[in-house]
């Protein structure tokens, strides 16, 4: 009974739309009745078509910023544009290196300067006086990264 009841409703269905289409046809003429028809099946897929290659573009962005985002810094990169100093450093360094009143020293100094590269790693890995250990928080590789750069900033 229900399968009989769906079916009559999409006949219904379909031959309101044959008569609407014939109104049409007879208020406009055929031939141009049937060029808006196929006019509008037209932009229908067109809009799809636009529609699916606007998504595709921009997960492909997303896509791209996520990869762009995940790599680590370039060990040629400087200080202060690597995101592992701007995230745990630069709250005491400053964002520029150039140290805070109450906060850490500059980073481009003669103390540091002067300070060798496996003193440098030590203070990072293990914290000296306010400044905390980082030995649990960042990886060997983003530390050795830090004492690079930080020795860089200092050469110049």
């Known amino acids: 009974m ?18 609407r289409q014939m109104q049409a046809r007879a208020l406009v003429g055929p031939e141009i009745a049937e060029r808006a028809e196929a006019s509008s099946d037209q932009s229908r897929r067109g809009a799809t078509w636009k529609f699916l290659q606007l998504t ?8 791209a910023l996520t990869a762009v985002s995940a790599q680590d810094p370039p060990l040629n ?9 701007q995230e745990h450093c630069a ?13 850490g020293p500059p980073l481009a100094s003669e ?10 790693r030590g203070i990072i890995l293990h914290g000296r006086g306010r400044m905390p250990k980082y030995a649990s928080k960042l990886t060997t590789e983003e530390i050795e990264t830090l004492v690079q750069q ?3 900033l200092n050469k110049k």
Do not use: P, W, Y
């Open 150 to 152: 930080i020795e860089a």
């Open 2 to 19: 229900m399968v009989h009841h769906n079916r009559r409703l999409a006949s219904l269905a379909i031959e309101q739309e044959r008569g």
């Open 111 to 120: 103390n540091i300067a002067a300070t060798s590269t496996d003193d440098l």
């Open 91 to 103: 709250k005491c360094h400053g964002k520029g290196a150039k140290g805070r009143l109450f906060g």
């Open 56 to 63: 595709l573009a921009i997960c492909s962005l997303f896509f």
């Open 77 to 85: 990169g400087t200080l202060t544009a690597n995101s592992v100093f």
